[in-house]
């Protein structure tokens, strides 16, 4: 079976946490159509989930009334994500490391720092509600771009 053509999606959910189950059925099967391993297909599902709950929850404040916005592409190389929230924002350079000093303990930043780790390229528009997160079968020779 050849991997199919090229796509871009676009989804506007609730901004409720259960909305992620079917964003993430959505993603994961295009992962699957294009021949994407089980690594890839759990990165992408951990990170996905993680940036939609950041979404809901940070940037909308849980609020029903607004929505989350979910773009993305997947091909034969690699799976392109975008997610956009209604929130105002933040900077990801002012998230502490939650492995050092007095953010060991707590639960905040860990999403952040997944993110980072599983995908190749983690970037946030200048407003800090968007996030677009970038991962590729083949791993190109780069540094991770971390830039707003």
Not at 36 to 57: G, P, R, S
Not at 95 to 122: C, T
Not at 131 to 137: A, E, F, L, S, T
Request: net charge negative; glycine share 6%.
């Amino acid at each position: 079976m050849t991997p199919k053509a090229t796509r871009n999606c676009s989804l506007v959910v609730e901004s409720k946490p259960s909305a992620v189950v079917e964003v993430c059925k959505q993603v994961i099967s295009r992962l699957e159509a294009n021949k994407f391993d089980k690594d890839d297909i759990f990165a992408v599902h951990l990170t996905l989930e993680e940036a939609f709950l950041n979404a809901v929850k940070h940037g909308n404040k849980l609020d029903p009334s607004k929505k989350v916005t979910v773009e993305y592409c997947v091909d034969s190389e690699k799976v392109d994500i975008t997610i956009t929230d209604e929130g105002n924002g933040f900077d990801p350079e002012h998230v502490a490391d939650p492995r050092f000093g007095d953010k060991l303990f707590e639960p905040g930043g860990r999403g952040l720092l997944l993110m980072n780790s599983y995908m190749d390229i983690v970037e946030y528009n200048e407003q800090g509600n968007r996030v677009h997160m970038v991962r590729y079968k083949e791993k190109p020779n780069f540094p991770k771009s971390k830039s707003h």
